[in-house]
């Protein structure tokens, strides 16, 4: 019995946290490269499951525009980290999406058909207004280890920038 109470613990202590995740410091135009969709939406957590022993948290977004590919009125992302079956589990580097807020999202679809947040919190930006009326995208600095496309230690700061500006680069990236 203490053989089966040990081997319980130690698999909830492996479960329970994520805590070496290392982001390559993506930018804005790396971002929308690498980007299946892009979208400004609204989320709301549906559903939690377990993949490969990652707990995630699936969430509905209600699509207000589409500023890269066609998503729909709604999809689902996955974002790793979550409550399953009486587990919880956190993921340095993943993003903290809060119902109600309005956000824009850069997307990746996986072959599976699953979508996923771009560079995890990179992918994620809070939607404000300015005092002169324009819409200005902000992200905090990610919670986990940065590195640089060399592999060499980054600085993972926070971002800023116009919607404006955004659309911009977008249109710049379709162009042959």
Do not use: C
């Not at 939690?48 to 699509?63: A, D, H, K, M, P």
């Not at 340095?92 to 119902?99: C, E, F, I, N, T």
């Not at 926070?158 to 911009?168: E, I, M, P, V, Y």
């Amino acid at each position: 019995m203490r053989t089966v109470t040990l081997l319980g613990v130690l698999a909830l202590a492996a479960v329970g946290s994520l805590q070496a995740t290392t982001l390559q410091i993506l930018s804005v135009d790396d971002m929308v490269a690498k980007s299946s969709l892009i979208v400004r939406a609204r989320p709301t957590p549906v559903s939690n499951f377990q993949r490969s022993g990652i707990i995630y948290t699936s969430y509905r977004l209600e699509v207000s525009a589409a500023l890269k590919g066609n998503p729909g009125a709604t999809l689902q992302v996955a974002v790793p980290g979550g409550n399953y079956q009486g587990l919880q589990q956190a993921v340095a580097g993943s993003p903290g999406l809060q119902a109600g807020n309005e956000y824009v999202l850069f997307i990746w679809t996986a072959p599976s058909g699953s979508n996923y947040i771009v560079g995890l919190s990179q992918g994620l930006f809070e939607v404000h207004t300015n005092a002169s009326g324009a819409v200005v995208l902000t992200r905090g600095p990610a919670d986990a280890k940065t590195i640089d496309a060399a592999g060499s230690a980054g600085a993972g700061s926070g971002a800023t920038l116009l919607l404006s500006d955004l659309q911009t680069k977008i249109a710049q990236s379709a162009r042959p």
